[in-house]
């Protein structure tokens, strides 16, 4: 299979689509990114890489990062996870605050933005916010291979000066006793977080370890545990794009995550990851150019957990 010649097509095909969709203008630093950027990048467990487009060009993965919390956090506190937030599909947007009310301040999955910053909370304990970071950041550097990994100040400020109802939710969850650390010391995790500047190169090198059982097949570093590495598959495929979950799972048949940079992350397992970058955005959050690419890259390749 001439993989260069597969990640070139998908780029052609998607092109069509360039510059379509609408970028997350609710964070003013987004609302300033070229629409007309477009990106893939593919790497497999031997460790090459294949990539078209703007694959080396840094981009804020927003809730892609929280794939990587995610696993720094059951590495962490194990499953005890669980007791502070769901595993559920939420069905709404990533934003919403109803089902939170409902559920008495349990967010319904680790993937959506309440969830997302319970995580961050876990992962802070009884440290600083600031030592919680450097371990994300020192984690996604490892897994790349890249020490220049770092936060898009700009982006941070921004979605802190726009953060209004991330504040909501947290405080809502606040409410009922589900975070353990003040609540503008969570979120100051968070939002540097999402703004994690990185290619699809990097990313897709990156989440290695997951399509391989918890173990990066490059270096044989046991991640997570191949039990964990599931779960988070899981998750990525039942919720990894909010309420347009269902349907990118029934279009693409992979695990992924998808981010309002622009960014979708896509898990082959026992083959390698795909990234792709356009920031144009679909009415649920997801890279509208992005999915068809990666629609079409399955569709060339025959990749889906459902063969």
């Known amino acids: 299979m001439d993989l260069q010649a597969i990640v070139d097509e998908a780029l052609d095909y998607a092109d069509h689509y360039r510059g379509h969709g609408a ?11 070229d629409p007309n950027k477009l990106a893939i990048a593919l790497v497999t467990g031997d460790g090459e890489s294949y990539a078209a487009g703007d694959a080396d060009e840094l981009f804020s993965v927003q809730s892609i990062s929280k794939v990587f919390t995610l696993s720094l956090a059951l590495n962490q506190v194990s499953a005890g996870l669980w007791n502070h937030v769901g595993r559920e599909p939420s069905g709404s947007p990533f934003n919403s605050i109803v089902q939170l009310e409902a559920e008495k301040g349990k967010p ?4 959506i933005n309440a969830g997302a910053i319970v995580v961050c909370d876990q992962l802070i304990g009884s440290r600083d916010a600031d030592a919680a970071l450097d371990e994300i950041l020192a984690f996604l550097r490892q897994r790349c291979g890249d020490r220049d990994i ?14 209004n109802l991330n504040r909501s939710l947290a405080y809502f969850v606040n409410a009922f006793g589900n975070l353990s650390n003040p609540v503008e010391e969570v979120l100051s995790v968070y939002f540097r977080q999402c703004a994690v500047a990185m290619s699809c190169r990097q990313l897709a090198r990156a989440a290695l370890y997951l ?11 046991a991640v997570v545990t191949p039990s964990r590495a599931r779960r988070i598959n899981a998750l990525m495929l039942t919720c990894g794009h909010y309420d347009n979950s269902g349907d990118f799972a029934f279009r693409i048949g992979l695990p992924g995550k998808s981010g309002v940079g622009g960014g979708v992350l ?42």
Do not use: H, Q
């Open 266 to 307: 896509a898990i082959v397992p026992g083959t390698g990851v795909m990234v792709v970058w356009s920031p144009g955005l679909n009415a649920a959050g997801t890279s509208l150019a992005g999915a068809v690419a990666l629609e079409r890259l399955v569709e060339l390749t025959g990749w889906s957990i459902f063969v």
């Open 211 to 221: 399509a391989y059982d918890g173990v990066d097949p490059l270096t044989g570093e």
């Open 150 to 163: 770092g936060i898009d100040m700009d982006v941070a400020l921004s979605e802190s000066r726009a953060g």
């Open 23 to 33: 970028l997350a203008s609710y964070i003013p630093a987004l609302a300033k990114v």
């Open 108 to 111: 319904r999955n680790p993937l």
